[in-house]
């Protein structure tokens, strides 16, 4: 017996919110980094799932590139997060606010 | 290849002024400004031009014409040439930027070389203002324009020179967002009748039929719409009122050469534009019903402008709001529309070219002097710059309309013309009001210079007012010789206005 | 044939080449280029002059010289028109300015002036522009020149720029002028527009027009023809009655007494004010098309003589009292054409531009006698320190009340002796008569007031003790203006011609054609288009002659005999008290002044401050409005961009939400 679709989007859709509201709830600039993880994940979830249920591989090849990405963003992010605590002591997304008006 | 010459050297000059030192940078432009000058003298005397630009069965003069872009089924070339409507105007132009050139070597002592590059910038893109017949081409041009002027005011103007540059470049620039959406929609409405934006050929195509039907709006109803909206975008730039306010602003804040280009050429842009789209390209029947409106939008300009003008304490002010009246007289000239209207009209934009230019560098040697432009703060002045008093003098019954002056001819053909028009109903009433502007401006001058100019003197100032430069003088004795030239011998540019003005009054089948 | 004519040009630019010559090389020359001036007045008369043989000789010049503008409908050309109007004026003119720039010599050189070549150019300029609209032959060339005219006034009222009230008074002239010109222009246009021509004489004259389109019957802009000349005639009139200083644009002429006095002989005596009444004459054809025209002349002429007159009985300035003299004057001749008496007003011209410049110059002579004083009331005396002097100035005097048998008699004689016959068979002209009648008698008083409080009695201050001594350059040219004045009613004896039946009326022959004209320009053919009916006291010319000189002679002497009661004491005390309330009012020159300078201060002004507060306050502030509520606008816009991450991702995924709304609501995924 196989799971259907419809559950694997119904959890990746679950893991998508969840890290969705990691982000507008979280001040934490890790936080904000872990929530934009696990949405990244969900994409993958049901990129996997739609290879699966088509019965070919580009998805999953796409999910690997994804992660392969998600690396990277985590690399980048994570600069950025410790320029962030170098110049303002503190990883609070609110703080650095000069981008605004 | 002549019109190309005249512009490329400006562009040239521009680039090269641009990059000279400081230190010989307005003699250097002024160099270069005179190659234009001279040229475009040259070309008035070998014009062999007939009939009008924009209508059929004339010869152009220094017609010059290549494609240039390929913009889906509209072809837009490299189209530039002159009739007796632009040539005039051309060569004041040219004569006018050198004249102010020099006129700016007193008081400009700031980054001379960027302030006189754009100036040379100026020149060209108003050169080509006037010759430019493609309308993106002449789009260009006259969009260009705006910026060396935005940065003239916004760099070397007066104290408050942010807000009058920002407030000339965006009134001017919505009008003429308004204009092209109009012209626009007018050629989609031509539909296939035109393959180009040829300005010829866009025109005989509006007297041949006009639009049809275009976004759900009728043909007529959308050259009425056109006609309004482009009579609204160039008013902005004429100026009439309401539309004025920028002028005084620019006009006091600007420094001496810029305001001498501003109220010498600038203005004309807008009246020229007017008579090359609104009067020319239009078909008689869709001006009709606007006649009445226009006529009385310009007797208001005369009048108000020439109130406003009368409670004014600065003498830069004072001109730039009788600007606005003198442009009044114009919309008259164009709107009784016939021979001595429009031809007066055409006129007028020359002579009041020279007389405000004269004005305008008149007031900015005194300004030089003393420092002020108040009304208030002088008297006397006659007693100490006698020759730059003189002048001004001249000038100013130049303004009032003083017979054998070219203020005066072109006044006078205006009212002759507006007294005289078939178009314009109560045309006698119309032109008896305007009239009126011609006491006013003799009150509000006359003012003027008795206090500023006559009576003991009185100044208070730690150095001692001198007599003015001679390169300060020598522009405003040029421009003087002009304006009695033209005054004493109007056919001297009448002839060529008045062959191109014929066509148009004969509704385009000429 | 090469005549005369050919040179006519040269009459007005040989003034001007004199203006070019003081204007550039003034400071280098000797007297600061009098001499220059001087030969070119003396090359014009000697010119007009020759002018005057040649249309005697029967010949008469109307040239188009030069096309100003060319049109379709209508050619704007600037010519020349020699007939005996204009070939008479042009001798006054040039006449009169020769002998103003020799005794500038001695009034402004020998005074010690600065800025003498400014002086010597702009009177050259003003002679130039004088002679060339006497000449001119059509309207337009008429108004440039009326204009330029105006413009050298203002210049030379302003002489002394450095004083407070001679600027006043040069904007006063000008502005004033310029408004009665508005009128003028406006009458050009229209007479341009509706007959297509502005020639005065000629096969296309608009005076023929005009008759043309009466006999037609047309109508113009909804107006008979006949009510259509009429407004046209009006129009022009109201240049005339800003330069001759009619009622009600009379006021700017006695504040013009502030430039120097040769000034005031040259342009506000002889010359200048004297363009207004020559236009009329010029056109008089035109006019006398009007008979409503032709009223209303003779009304603001009667009513400015003796409006005038009696203001010019309180004045204390000598050359206050010139002035009022000049308007009350020009008023007589502007009655005169009114009434049709086209010889009498052409008559009354050429007199007063001798006398008056006579009394213009002897009161110039009386100032540098008096040393730079012009308070009569500080004079008296003089007659015996400077008798040259006081004898032209006393022919002068005669002549301008009106006095047999000196000049101003003849043709004040004949302007009253025309106005009653009409007034006769029209009686609401013996109105306008009455009031000129009245004017001889405060005419003949506040001449010989002036005379007497002047030359006679005893000296009341220093310098009327002790006066400077004068010049030939100011002797000469009131020796020849003195018996101009004395003689120039030779020209025209009509009372003597009608009583003795002797052909003397040498003037009338002159003006109708007698010897060379100008067809159209004749005197008898303007009085058979004006058609204006006469009548005699009981039905006899010679009585109604008698009795009118009679009384216009009995009120001249009648003043001039109070006046000698009053003031022809060796003390004379100052008798206005006795006036009462009317004094003020005199003296106040009927308030008049301070009428227009309300007007201009009280209702132009405020009406103009209150514009430019209109329009900074609304119309620019609906600009500046709309910048502000951009501004505002983008104010509250701008709030959104918070800076922090977390908000922009929320309106990302509202906006994601409420998209996938929209298209779910739009695209039927909830039905």
Redesign the interface.
């Known amino acids: 017996m196989t799971v259907g679709i419809e559950y694997y989007v119904l959890l990746s859709a679950a893991l998508f919110c969840i890290g969705l509201f990691g982000v507008l709830t979280r001040r934490n600039a890790l936080m904000f980094l872990m929530s934009v993880e696990l949405m990244l994940n969900a994409a993958n979830i049901n990129l996997i799932a739609f290879a699966f249920y088509h019965g070919n591989l580009t998805g999953q090849v796409f999910a690997l590139f994804t992660m392969a990405l998600a690396a990277a963003e985590v690399a980048v992010g994570l600069g950025i997060i410790l320029v962030l605590y170098r110049n303002f002591r503190d990883v609070d997304v609110t703080v650095p606010s000069a981008m605004r008006w | 290849m002549m019109i190309e010459t005249l512009i490329a050297v400006a562009l040239i000059g521009a680039l090269v002024t641009f990059l000279a030192p400081n230190r010989i940078a307005g003699k250097l432009a002024f160099a270069i400004s005179l190659i234009p000058a001279a040229l475009s003298l040259w070309m008035f005397t070998a014009f062999d031009g007939s009939g009008n630009a924009l209508l059929e069965g004339s010869t152009l003069a220094f017609e010059s014409q290549m494609e240039w872009i390929q913009l889906g089924e509209y072809t837009i070339s490299w189209f530039v040439g002159l009739d007796g409507i632009s040539l005039p105007l051309v060569v004041l132009t040219t004569v006018l930027t050198s004249l102010a050139i020099m006129s700016s070597w007193t008081p400009i002592d700031d980054r001379e070389s960027q302030f006189y590059g754009l100036v040379l910038f100026i020149e060209a893109n108003l050169i080509g203002v006037f010759v430019a017949l493609d309308f993106f081409l002449w789009f260009i041009f006259w969009e260009a324009v705006l910026i060396p002027m935005y940065l003239l005011i916004g760099i070397w103007g007066g104290p408050r020179r942010k807000y009058a540059a920002i407030k000339f470049f965006i009134y001017t620039n919505v009008a003429s967002l308004v204009m092209f959406g109009a012209f626009i929609a007018l050629v989609f409405g031509l539909g296939d009748a035109v393959s180009s934006f040829a300005l010829p050929e866009i025109t005989a195509a509006m007297h041949d039929g006009g639009p049809g039907a275009f976004a759900g709006v009728s043909g007529t109803t959308l050259m009425s719409f056109a006609f309004v909206a482009m009579f609204l975008g160039f008013a902005v730039k004429v100026p009439v009122v309401p539309f004025h306010t920028w002028l005084p602003d620019a006009h006091v804040e600007a420094p001496t050469p810029a305001s001498v280009l501003l109220a010498g050429v600038l203005l004309k842009m807008g009246t020229y534009a007017l008579l090359r789209f609104n009067f020319t390209m239009f078909p008689t029947d869709v001006i009709e019903p606007f006649v009445i409106p226009i006529a009385a939008i310009a007797v208001i300009s005369v009048i108000y402008g020439a109130m406003l003008a009368l409670a004014q304490t600065d003498l830069k002010r004072i001109v730039a709001y009788s600007s606005v009246s003198s442009m009044g007289y114009v919309i008259l000239g164009l709107i009784a529309f016939t021979q001595f209207g429009i031809g007066g009209a055409t006129f007028q934009m020359v002579s009041h070219g020279l007389i405000s230019g004269l004005m305008f560098m008149a007031v900015g040697v005194i300004y030089n002097a003393t420092h002020t432009r108040m009304v208030t703060d002088m008297s006397g002045m006659a007693d100490k710059m006698p020759i730059a008093v003189g002048i001004l003098i001249a000038g100013a019954f130049g303004y009032m309309g003083l017979p054998l002056m070219s203020g005066f001819a072109a006044e006078y053909f205006i009212f002759f013309g507006a007294f005289d028009s078939t178009m314009l109903e109560y045309a006698p009433i119309f032109t008896a009001l305007a009239m009126f502007g011609i006491v006013i401006v003799a009150g509000y001058l006359l003012f003027a210079m008795q206090r500023t100019l006559f009576g003991p003197y009185r100044l208070e100032t730690d150095y001692e007012v001198g007599r003015a430069p001679l390169h300060d003088v020598a522009p405003m004795f040029v421009l003087l010789g002009l304006i009695i030239a033209l005054g004493v011998a109007p056919e001297l540019i009448f002839e060529m206005i008045t062959d191109a003005v014929d066509p148009i009054l004969a509704g385009g089948d000429f | 044939m090469v005549g005369a004519f050919e040179f006519a040009p040269a009459i007005a630019l040989l003034p001007l080449a004199a203006f070019v010559v003081a204007l550039l090389f003034g400071d280098y020359l000797p007297k600061k280029g009098a001499y220059a001036g001087i030969l070119a007045t003396a090359g014009s008369l000697a010119l007009s002059l020759w002018m005057l043989v040649a249309v005697f000789g029967g010949e008469a010049y109307n040239e188009e010289l030069y096309?100003?503008?060319?049109?379709?409908?209508?050619t704007f050309h600037f010519g020349i028109l020699i007939d005996p109007l204009s070939a008479l004026m042009l001798v006054i003119v040039s006449l009169v300015a020769l002998l103003v720039h020799v005794f500038s010599m001695g009034y402004m050189n020998d005074e010690g002036e600065t800025g003498l070549r400014r002086y010597y150019a702009e009177l050259g300029l003003f002679t130039f522009s004088m002679l060339a609209f006497v000449m001119a032959d059509n309207l337009?060339m008429a108004?440039?020149?009326f204009?330029?005219v105006g413009?050298c006034s203002y210049l030379l009222i302003?002489f002394w720029?450095?004083?407070?009230s001679?600027?006043?008074a040069?904007?006063k002239a000008?502005?004033v002028t310029?408004?009665g010109d508005?009128f003028f222009?406006?009458g050009v246009?229209?007479i341009?527009?509706t007959f297509g021509t502005l020639s005065f004489a000629g096969d296309a004259s608009f005076v023929d027009a005009a008759a043309g389109a009466i006999d037609a019957g047309e109508t113009f802009?909804g107006f008979s023809a006949e009510t259509w000349v009429t407004i046209l005639g009006l129009l022009v009139l109201g240049g005339v009655i800003g330069k001759s200083a009619q009622f009600p644009l009379h006021t700017w002429l006695p504040d013009a007494m502030e430039g120097p006095t040769t000034v005031s002989a040259l342009i506000h005596a002889a010359t200048m004010v004297a363009a207004g009444v020559y236009l009329v004459a010029r056109m008089f054809g035109f006019y006398a098309l009007s008979p409503t025209a032709l009223a209303i002349i003779a009304f603001v002429g009667a009513f400015t003589a003796l409006f005038a007159a009696t203001m010019g009985v309180v004045k204390d300035d000598i050359k206050q009292v010139l002035a009022y003299s000049t308007i009350s004057q020009y008023g007589y001749m502007m009655l005169g054409l009114g009434v049709g008496g086209y010889v009498a007003g052409v008559f009354h011209l050429m007199n007063h531009a001798f006398f008056k410049a006579l009394l213009f110059l002897g009161a110039g002579a009386v100032i540098i006698l008096m040393h730079h004083e012009q308070d009569m009331w500080k004079m008296g005396g003089l007659k015996d320190k400077a008798p040259v002097t006081y004898y032209t100035f006393l022919a002068g005097a005669l002549a301008l009340a009106g006095i047999i048998p000196f000049s101003g008699f003849w043709s004040k004689d004949e302007i009253l002796f025309d106005a009653i016959i009409l007034g006769l068979e029209e009686p609401i002209f013996l109105v306008a008569y009455a009031m000129g009648l009245l004017a001889v008698f405060f005419t003949g008083f506040y001449t010989f007031r002036m005379v007497f409080l002047t030359f006679h009695g005893e000296p009341r201050t220093d310098a009327a003790r002790d006066p400077h001594p004068l010049g030939w350059n100011v002797k000469a040219p009131l020796a020849v203006l003195g018996v101009l004045a004395l003689v120039a009613g030779v020209a025209n004896l009509a009372p003597v011609a009608k009583l003795t039946g002797v052909d003397i009326v040498f003037l009338e022959h002159w003006l109708d054609g007698e010897y060379g004209a100008v067809d159209g320009l004749l005197y008898s053919e303007y009085t058979a288009t004006a058609g204006l009916e006469t009548a005699y006291i009981a039905g006899s010319e010679t009585i109604t002659l008698i009795a009118a000189g009679v009384l216009a002679l009995g009120l001249a002497l009648g003043g001039a005999g109070l006046a000698y009661v009053l003031y022809n004491v060796p003390e004379p005390k100052a008798h206005t008290e006795n006036l009462g309330q009317a004094r003020e009012v005199l003296r106040s020159n009927y308030y008049q002044d301070e009428f227009q300078v309300w007007l201009?201060t009280g209702v132009?002004?405020p009406?103009?401050?209150a514009?430019?507060r209109f329009?900074g306050s609304v119309?620019?502030g609906?600009?500046n409005g709309v910048?502000s509520v951009s501004l505002f606008g983008s104010g509250g816009m701008?709030?959104l961009?918070?800076?922090?991450?977390?908000n922009y991702?929320?309106l990302i995924?509202l906006g994601f939400v409420a998209l996938l709304v929209f298209f779910g609501v739009y695209g039927g995924w909830f039905v």
């Open positions: 096309d100003w503008a060319i049109g379709e409908e209508i337009l108004f440039i020149f204009e330029l413009l302003g720029f450095r004083t407070r001679a600027p006043s040069a904007k000008f502005l310029r408004f508005y222009l406006l246009v229209a341009g527009a802009h201009a132009t002004l009406l103009a401050r514009a430019d329009d119309i620019d609906v600009v910048s701008k709030r961009q918070t800076g922090v991450v977390t991702a929320a995924v």
